[in-house]
Structures are given as C-alpha cells and as structure tokens.
Nanobody
C-alpha cells in the first residue's frame, strides 16, 4: 500500500521559517504530480502548492506566493515545502498528496489527487 508521510511541522514564530517534508513509499511516485494542502480549523482544505513530476512546473496559491517554495527530490521520493516569512494565518494542518495518475503537469484540481498523507500540524505564534 502506498504511503505518504509528512514531517517537519511544529511551532514557529511569525516571520520565521519551517520546512515540511513528504516521503513516498513507492519510487513510482516520482512520475506523479505532488501537492501540498492545508486545512485550518473551520475551513475547507485548500491547495497551496503543486509541482509536476520533473519539478520544472509549479503552482502557488496567492496566499503563499512569494513566501513558500515547493520542490522535490525524486531520487529520495521526497517532496518539500519551504515556508518562509510565516504568518499566524498559516496555522493549519498541512497535507501532502499525490496525483492519481502519472503526469507531468502541476495538478491544481483537488479531485485529481488520490493519495494523501496523515497531515502535520503547523502553528505560527504572533
């Protein structure tokens, strides 16, 4: 069974940085687009960043553009989310996800993602 395991969450002060990692259990996921989602209390889960399998195409939600960076290391089956200049409104549970099928686009449609990690909590203090 495929597993996605996030790590790197925690408590950080506003203006600080944090790097999340997502390790996939199967090498074949190097051919899938990957995304980072987040869900704050009382809000819907939202896609904040996506990357195609080769790493050459990315997508960012306006709320994180210029502050967060998504990247991947296919040799390590790992996707990263570098979070800089964090704000209290970035507080949420962060999830990584893999697209259902191999492709080379940065998938931006939530229903196209079929594999999910368990989530990691990020809390930004003011």
């Amino acid at each position: 069974q495929v597993q996605l395991v996030e790590s790197g969450g925690g408590l950080v002060q506003a203006g600080g940085s944090l790097r999340l990692s997502c390790a996939a259990s199967r090498r074949t996921f190097s051919m899938h687009a990957m995304g980072w989602f987040r869900q704050a209390p009382g809000k819907e889960r939202e896609l904040i960043a996506a990357i195609n399998w080769s790493g050459g195409t990315t997508y960012y939600a306006d709320s994180v553009k210029g502050r967060f960076t998504i990247s991947r290391d296919n040799a390590k089956n790992t996707v990263y989310l570098q979070m800089n200049s964090v704000k209290p409104e970035d507080t949420a549970v962060y999830y990584c996800a893999a697209a259902k099928y191999p492709n080379n686009v940065a998938v931006v449609t939530t229903t196209e993602y079929g594999y999910w990690g368990q989530g990691t909590q990020v809390t930004v203090s003011s």
